[in-house]
């Protein structure tokens, strides 16, 4: 057989070779001739940047929550410790310094005391998040607080509500306040009772006192300051059917990352509804603090 056969087209063959190599080439060339005659996207970020702002601006510089370990240390003065036996209570800023801390760091013992926070014992120095564990066991030996202070800590703390300096202890129902009812407690400003109020509606109501500690800015050292001054009633929690919750329902949880949403909503899909809150620690992605977080919140 002559290899020329191969080679060899007929008048229709050679147009249909043609025409597919012309679709071949336009193929290769759509992206180019695409972007040419596409027009540039333009995207509009105000709406994003104007949620930026308004985040910004409601976060209060002092209120940010700093772990110890991250505390200020690379301001501090590089003069000697000068000690002597001190009451921490209205000590003022000059003597702080003495004692060998930072600028920063008394600036945060000045803001906690000028939102009403006292130090009853030794160890509430402790409490303040710029003192590392360094500084105190340093300083600890020079501590020494009137009894005046180990009283009121006392009758401050009573849940009672005897009178404290002549006047009765003001107890705030935390799931029903308003937002002028939060701002009469010191320490709480007009942002900080509305990220309350916000957090509280993401919940559906707080369980216990405690996730007090949960609201962006506020630190155990202003959380002992209020928790006298609240009342929670776990009853009055608005809870969740989570047989028929949808993904947007779950969403207001904080406890729970989208991964963990899907999940949740899949495993009822193939298995079925969920009749105790034990069905929820067979969703692997869920750990057992995030089931006890989200119990309270759930009916079955």
């Known amino acids: 057989m002559n290899i020329k056969e191969y080679f060899e087209f007929s008048k229709k063959e050679l147009n249909g070779l043609i025409i597919l190599c012309l679709l071949l080439i336009l193929i290769a060339a759509a992206p180019q001739i695409y972007s040419w005659f596409k027009p540039e996207e333009l995207y509009d970020y105000t709406e994003f940047e104007k949620e930026v702002n308004e985040f910004l601006a ?14 200020y240390t690379t301001s501090k003065s590089a003069i ?16 702080w310094k003495k004692l060998g801390l930072s600028e920063r760091q008394v600036k945060v013992i000045k803001n906690f005391e000028a939102k009403g926070g006292k130090f009853y014992r030794k160890e509430d120095l402790k409490k303040i998040y710029s003192i590392t564990d360094d500084d105190y066991q340093r300083l600890e030996p020079y501590i020494n607080i009137p009894t005046q202070y180990n009283n009121s800590k006392y009758t401050f703390n009573s849940y009672n509500r005897r009178a404290v300096n002549n006047r009765t202890l003001k107890i705030i129902d935390l799931n029903k306040a308003d937002s002028l009812e939060l701002e009469s407690l010191k320490g709480i400003g007009p942002t900080f009772a509305r990220r309350i109020i916000k957090f509280r509606s993401r919940l559906g109501g707080f369980w216990r006192k405690e996730q007090l500690l949960e609201v962006y800015g506020m630190d155990t050292a202003k959380y002992e300051l209020l928790q006298s001054h609240l009342v929670v009633h776990p009853e009055d929690v ?33 298995h079925g509804n969920y009749s105790s809150s034990s069905d929820l620690k067979k969703v692997l992605i869920l750990t057992e603090a995030v089931v006890s977080q989200l119990e309270p919140y759930l009916a079955f």
């Open 58 to 71: 409601s976060a209060d510089s002092d209120t940010y929550s700093v772990p110890k370990s991250y505390a």
């Open 80 to 95: 000697k410790p000068q000690y002597f036996e001190f009451n921490p209570n209205n000590l003022p800023e000059y003597l």
């Open 238 to 270: 608005v809870k969740l059917n989570i047989n028929q919750a949808s993904f947007k329902d779950l969403r207001r949880f904080p406890y729970l990352s989208y991964k963990q949403i899907n999940a949740l909503l899949q495993y009822r899909n193939q």
